[in-house]
């Protein structure tokens, strides 16, 4: 008798500490009607019609606007690499050197085991936490498509289950969690709340991302024809930027 009540009161604090965990619900979501501004490489002042912006995690967020913190979820910033080599055993490596995103100069991270994973997440989790600290909203994780430049070492499922650690980190933490690039995958289903897309009028990507999040995604467009080809398409329904690729303070910026 005393060993069934001490179950059913261990079971009523597991589900209690469960039902007391954010989910979608719980977060504050992307507001609508008002515009996003990009700002990865540096802070600059808000025009009063842009309500979002995204910065780096190490940067400030903007008083009175809706601050999206950016986290390189499946790759390493170039400027880490320090920190990144005192967990080697974390980074995709082929025939012992790492595999690079060229692009950007970016070693991959190695999700192809639940431990490598879970370890990465735990990392991941501590920088959404500081975000949260720091008064952002919401946060984006980059480069859920890294698998795409891993030679084949890394899979789709790879990623999706190292999403959904992201994901569950974001929203213990308070924070919306946003998808980044992949168009066609509808990252609702491992718990995003909306996605960040780089060049989806570029490529003709735009309208697999409504498809899954509606009107919950922010559009960075790198070249003034893509963006007015974006704007005509889907200006009415999607907060959209044009930037300078190098995302400087003083680069280039329009909006819809």
Known sequence: MRRALLLVLLLGVLLGGLAAAPSYADVEQLPAGTDVDYQL?????????????????????AAGRYNVCYVNGFQTQPDERRFWRARWWLVLKKDGRAVVDEAWGEWL?????????????R??????????A?????????????????????????AAAMARLLVRGAHR????????????????????????????????ECGDYTSA???????????????DKTCAQFGDR?????RD????PDGRRAWC
């Not at 720091?134 to 480069?143: I, K, L, P, R, S």
């Open 213 to 227: 999040y509606g009107a919950r995604v922010l559009v960075v467009e790198y070249r003034r024809q893509d963006f």
């Open 41 to 61: 490489g540096g802070a600059r002042a808000l025009p009063a019609h842009v309500g979002i912006v995204v910065r780096d995690r190490d940067a400030e967020p």
């Open 245 to 248: 690729r190098a995302l400087r």
């Open 238 to 242: 999607l907060a959209v930027v044009l």
């Open 123 to 132: 990392i991941m989790s501590r920088w959404t936490r500081g975000c949260a």
């Open 134 to 158: 720091d008064g952002f909203a919401a946060v984006e994780y980059d480069n859920l498509d890294s698998f795409t430049r891993s030679q084949g070492m890394l899979r789709r499922k790879h």
């Open 109 to 121: 991270l190695d999700l192809r085991t639940a431990r490598q994973r879970q370890a990465i997440a």
């Open 173 to 204: 933490a308070g924070l919306a969690a946003g998808q980044k690039n992949l168009a066609g995958y509808d990252g609702t289903r491992v718990g995003f709340d909306f996605a960040v897309a780089e060049e989806c009028g570029r490529y003709d």
